[in-house]
């Protein structure tokens, strides 16, 4: 037995007792008479002290070449402390010892071991074994662990059932790029590694399952931006006999769960607001509602003016400070250099002090009087004390800038509380947008093509299938979001179910009768055996972990990330493989 | 709303209600005055009642158009029935439709959707979502979901946390063959697909996390016997801190859950037999022992009488099959053309009979008169009615043929009943074991090189340590199997966890340090920061839900598997894929 109890465990009532613990060492304070080793497991530290006069003259000298990280085992007897410390658990005890093992020396670690610790990104990869032993990193993945089981236990008392789909799948192209695997048994022939189960899923609806989830691995072989992985996890559901309602309100029900039972709080019921809506008011499809700073459109007020900026813009829009009127010139440049960065790329800012003296100070007080600056007022519903900002421009454009205008003054503001969680649910997406991007399977009169804005197997509304025909782009979905403090955390639709309306739906994504049947025949084929009505929806894992540990970054989040090179620098992969390995898949690496 | 019930749901209680049922049409019968639908969904089977005088002509009209696997909904009022069913949980009552929507139509199934089907396997698999419609099918995937949820609630309790490894990791020449993935943004690079998660949970064991586990995908590229799959299930778990006794217990702790939880069952205090004992008594590391029916060595007592056969083999061993002695001679053909298989491979099959009436005849009489024969009846503690079995050969074979024999006797005798569970542990397997095979990184005086038994991160037992320098193969491991009715189900060892002995044991299975430091670099490095003492053990966990299930075959507990060809038959993968996704990950296929 290497331990009796973990380094978490003791309490007053243990004194006296023969205890042995095992674990790694935190550190050691040698001042000569007496000598202090903090031992550490997952489950916390206890203090081990030893009088260097009293204890045997073997245990001092183990006890002197102990150094950080070493892996020991101590027995010995609890005490009370002299000097209790309310910042461990175990503050009330320490270990007298009578025997310490040394069980594995250990170099010194390339970083310390503390919450705060001074390695940065790359060496801690590298290190990853370290990086977990700190409690930060460990609290992020229990916390994951946390959340699974919850997911898990809402979801089985829900009559779902948990199936694994395969991972050895068939390459499509419509999507992101697929990571593909030689078939050695099957030459020249490949599978492809899922960018999500949804054939299958829909095909367990067809197989009568009803309601399936599934927290799997997917995977996308896409150039990655800060913080996306390669391979990721999401938690898939999907449900038969459903409408939409039956989704929202069953998933809206999974996520309150979550917010209870993993942090104790009552989330109230979730709003819903449609596409439209997100894109006029925060122009955005997965606004940050934990405050409220609404887009005023402002062309009526403000044109006309002789302000040319404003005269040419196809939108003017703005959003109005609470209490930012006396944001200095300073802070105003930096605002304007925020939105004219290359990645938002606004032509300029024009803001409007309301000052606490209720007089209106703008920044182009050149064209507008005090007169038409109250029109701005009335407006905004700007208090003495508020800062109005406009940005003009082509309509998408300014929309989106202002976007991150208004986010940005919802972190400058104090607005964004990481512990202020506000959950809605975005509805009525379009089923599909044009891509003015021309390739191989370009239809459309604009030489572009239509793409599903969700995916090809999202129903449209009912009422707006005759629209398939004549105005594609005013057709919406039965597709909804899940947005939590403005990040996309899920998402789904109702599916199409009927042969004929899916084979149109490929059609219109410019597939070929021939491609759409080589490639989601067996999809297709299933309709015709009595398909049920169904729909679904997936939760990226990673980033719901992520929220609910009030952290921006994934990669926290999971036990081994890669970097934004897809490499796995612990192990140092992806790696050449032998030649006999490139024959026996019958391929060659390209000169 | 498409259901207020499921067709499992209604009873007696319910009778006057008006409901809404949806669900797949299992049959219809018409008998002119009177229509019966049998709605069928996931939860059970609903009777509806059409008496076609009272009912509008529309609803009639409908009744009649519907076919098997026909989706619709149908609303009306539940009735006590004329003439109740207990086959089936709703048998009580049956809805008396107002209105009845095809939400889809069907095109007759290629096979009937009941639990005996008329469907082969193949066109069972590629249309393996009507094959889920049926209830045997089904009852799997869902045992499957109740072990993985009791699981998880065993290991949970104990502070286990599930950490998901790393799919896209690097390619190790040891073990089976790796499916791999080339990398497009590291041409020339390749992932591989985990085999199994080992290196990564011994790294979480390095990192601090002292109990881990999770349900995961592994992969191997091997040739497919009957009943393996390219992709599998696995319950991998790894403990730190631990000798193997508390690994022992904890997991006949988790298999005592399960069939407590799954099944109802106590099963009893989990024996255990060495590796040494099981091949010396059953010729078998994985024996069942649901019945007795060991091995008895004859060497001693054949040997010297003339017979060729016994005279001249390495080694004669026997089996004694109670109540036997009555076989036909035809049905000792059998039995002797059944070890003949090459498969097999034993050279003929010596018996003798013990008779009812105390006589013994043997297949041997020439060279054994009955005074021999009562010293083989006093060796195998033979009572009258028995059958004693012999076969001589070479140590091995002649061990591995009658294993072979002994289940089949034991199938014959109907001693193998799939509802009797008999599980035990297997310990004290060799480390190492020989293989004559030479290649390129052999080592060895014989020419042929030593493997790892379990893998080479497999501790052996510290008091056979300075074994290795002497007699490698007389090393004992400190690994274990779980083997449940002759079934391995898991396995496992404590590992090594000191850098020098690791180094060592690579040097023994014929890695150069160079070989050895560019593969497993990162987990002897790891070694360096304080290891702690680790091991643990996995399940197949396709197997496991297979025994529970009582079937012989993983493939039904598996929602979509693929066949001896690695092929998905369904969605046909894989496949070729295009030219530019080749040209994308610079590979090229082979001419």
Redesign the interface.
Known sequence: ???SHTCGELRISNAGQTVTL????QGVRDKGSLLWIDL????GITQITIETDKASKELVDVARTLGR???ISVTGTVAERYSKSDKLETGDVEINPEKIVV?????T?PFTIEDETDGGDDIRMK???????RNSV?KN??L??RI??EV?NYL?KLNF???????????T?EGA?????????????????PQSPQ??KQ??M?????RYYQIV?C?R?E??RADRQ??F?QIDCEMA???QE?ILNTFEGLIRHLFKSVKGLDIPTLSRMTYADAMKFYGNDKPDIRFEMKFVEMNDIVKGKDFKVFDDAELVVGICANGAAEYTRKQMDELTEFIKRPQIGATGLIYARYNLDGTIKSSVDKFYNEEELKKWVAAFDAKPGDLMMLIAGEENKARKALSELRLEMGNRLGLRDKNKFACHWIIDFPLLEFSEEVDSTSVGEKGGRWHAKHHPFTSPKLEDVALLETDPGAVRANAYDLVINGVEIGGGSIRI??KNLQAKMFGLLGFSKEAAQAQFG?LMN????????HGGLAFGFDRLCSLFGGADVIRDF???P?NN????V?????????QA?L????????K
């Not at 095992?22 to 060492?25: D, K, L």
């Not at 790029?177 to 590694?193: C, K, Q, T």
């Not at 612990?570 to 032998?578: E, K, L, N, Q, R």
């Open positions: 037995m290497l331990r095992s674990g790694w060492v550490r497991d997952r489950y990280e070493f892996v069980i594995n020396a250990a170099i670690p290190y990853r074994y370290l990086d977990l032993r460990r993945l229990e994951r662990h699974a089981i898990r089985d059932l948990e199936v694994e789909t395969p991972v050895l799948i068939k390459s192209p790029r697929d990571f593909v695997v030689p078939s050695r048994m099957n030459p020249g022939e490949f599978y492809a590694l054939t299958f095909l367990l067809v197989g009568g399952f009803d691995k995977f072989d150039d990655l390669p391979e996890t006999f459903v409408e039956d179910h009927d067996f299933a309709f015709e055996f009595g398909a049920p009505p999971i036990a081994f890669k090179s897809g490499r796995d612990m192990i140092d992969s992806p790696s050449p493989i032998a390995q024959d026996e898949l019958m391929i060659e690496l390209k």
